[in-house]
């Protein structure tokens, strides 16, 4: 047969689970994000190869639109064309033979010579030659044809400067011309556009030539020289080409996925404020069990007491061993007192157990103070002279509350019990009721050691107890002042505790009700 665990380890296995479910959830958490990372890093590696073969198709389609279309087809009727400056690629002029070489109808600078000299020294295999050079920190493009000379041996030398502020245009009309990336790659159903693609050229000098707007910060961008494209069209030039993860769902699978890391988060944070909610509940729970065992044990002390009492002198009284008619009187006045006082922790403690299971009952009606206190004193009476206290009156024949009288008795002799129990023999308890501020007050005065400001809300809390009084000899449940704060709400009233009138002599104990006949 199986024996339950002790509580303490129960609440340790409590515990450890739900650290182990929390790391648990902190391992699962970290699986996914790298989950998630993982396939991010896949879907960035699938759009950084689409931007790379985009950016070669750009590169091609932009060599032949500028070589064909702009450059050769033009080279071809250069007679026909306009003078230098007009509109399109060709600017200045080259025309000559030999030494004779003129740029724009002048001669050329040394430099510019000497780099078209280079360039037409190359042996020969391309229709046309192009020279891209840097010459004084400006950029110079040149075309160039040679064409033999009839009757002559030396060869005729024509073309021109390309004007490189005209190449955008033809830049732009290579991205007209269709989407860069094939058709094939689609995905999402959708036909694939340029849109999602921006692109930067540069020239031989790293002067910005086109730019077709700014990418989004995470884009998966690239950079391309033009290379050998077309006969060295365009060498020298590179392009920068960004593709926004915008167009992921159309090039990949399940498109590029967010990151889960703020879900997770909050989720873990979620997990782990969960945890140490039950955690703590765990302990308000042992916190609770233990301050139930001490009530256990006090309500056992307190009614051991006057059990004790009652039997004894109900021995004394049986067996007739009382020596006289004092003697007979006395016993009986002890058995009295015992009775009253077993009834009234009894009393006690079944309207703490209906208040905590929801079935305590509170009839409102008209109750004029005076006379309940009264009785209420009058009751009490043995219970105070077994303790020489002086019960002391001062009551106001107006004064009327908006009261359930049962309760309301329990609430006077709940502070009445507490200010005997605590203060010293021989005190005076003064009970007063009044009117003010359009409330009843009842209002409890004692001579014991006073209660400190900090400590006057805690009192009327259940089980709780002052650390001086749990340290003395005096017993008690708890659950008296704790029965009052909730007889007195319930009662739509309020209770609380102020100082003496002699400082450090004594506790105020002030209960205010609504006043019949007035506005609460």
């Known amino acids: 047969m199986l024996r339950p665990l002790p509580n303490r380890w129960r609440q340790a296995l409590v515990v450890a689970l739900l650290g182990a479910s929390l790391v648990s959830a902190i391992l699962l958490a970290i699986q996914v994000q790298s989950a998630v990372r993982s396939h991010r890093d896949a879907t960035r590696s699938v759009l950084h190869d689409d931007a790379v073969l985009a950016a070669d198709e750009f590169i091609r389609r932009a060599a032949v639109e500028v070589g064909y279309d702009g450059v050769y087809r033009q080279l071809m009727h250069l007679d026909e064309t306009p003078a230098a400056g007009g509109d399109g690629l060709i600017g200045p002029l080259i025309v000559g033979e030999g030494a004779e070489l003129r740029v724009g109808g002048e001669a050329p600078r040394a430099e510019v010579a000497q780099a078209i000299d280079a360039k037409l020294a190359e042996p020969p295999g391309q229709r046309f030659r192009v020279v891209h050079e840097v010459l004084g920190g400006r950029p110079y493009s040149f075309v160039l044809m040679v064409k033999p000379v009839a009757g002559k041996a030396g060869a005729a030398i024509h073309g021109f400067e390309m004007r490189l502020d005209g190449l955008a245009a033809s830049f732009r009309a290579a991205l007209e011309k269709g989407p860069l990336l094939p058709g094939f790659l689609a995905k999402g159903g959708k036909p694939l556009t340029n849109a999602p693609i921006h692109v930067r050229v540069r020239d031989q000098a ?119 008619e004092e003697e007979t009187e006395r016993s009986l006045r002890i058995v009295d007192r015992e009775a009253r006082r077993l009834s ?156 003496a009138e002699a400082p450090n002599q004594g506790t105020r104990f002030v209960v205010e009700l609504r006043r019949a006949g007035a506005e609460s």
């Open 344 to 499: 009234q922790l009894v009393e006690n403690v079944l309207l703490f157990s209906r208040s905590n299971r929801g079935i305590l009952e509170i009839a409102p009606e008209t109750v004029a103070l005076a006379p309940l206190v009264r009785e209420v004193l009058e009751s009490f009476s043995p219970i105070a002279e077994g303790r020489q206290v002086s019960l002391r009156a001062r009551l106001d024949a107006d004064a009327t509350a908006l009261a359930d009288r049962q309760a309301l008795r329990q609430v006077l002799l709940n502070v009445l019990d507490n200010a005997v129990k605590y203060g010293p023999p021989g005190q005076t308890v003064r009970v007063a009721t009044e009117c003010r501020n359009g409330a009843a007050r009842l209002v409890v005065d004692d001579e014991g050691p006073g209660i400190p400001p900090s400590d006057r809300e805690r009192v009327f809390e259940r089980f709780e107890r002052l650390a001086r009084d749990r340290e003395s000899t005096t017993a008690g449940a708890g659950i008296g002042l704790a029965v009052v704060r909730d007889l007195v709400t319930r009662m739509r009233g309020r209770c609380f505790i102020e100082s």
């Open 206 to 324: 790293g002067t910005l030539r086109l730019d077709t707007g700014p990418s989004a910060p995470d884009a998966a961008t690239v950079t391309r020289p033009f290379g050998d494209a077309y006969e060295k069209m365009l060498a020298g030039f590179t392009v920068d080409l960004a593709l926004d993860p915008s167009a992921a769902p159309e090039l990949v699978s399940g498109g590029l996925p967010r990151s889960r890391l703020p879900v997770l988060i909050v989720l873990l944070g979620l997990s782990a404020g969960f945890t140490a909610t039950a955690i703590l509940q765990l302990r308000r729970e042992n916190a609770l069990m233990r301050l139930r065992e001490e009530f256990i044990g006090s309500v056992s002390h307190e009614l051991r007491t006057p059990l004790t009492q009652i039997r004894i002198f109900a021995e004394t009284l049986l067996l007739g061993r009382a020596r006289s």
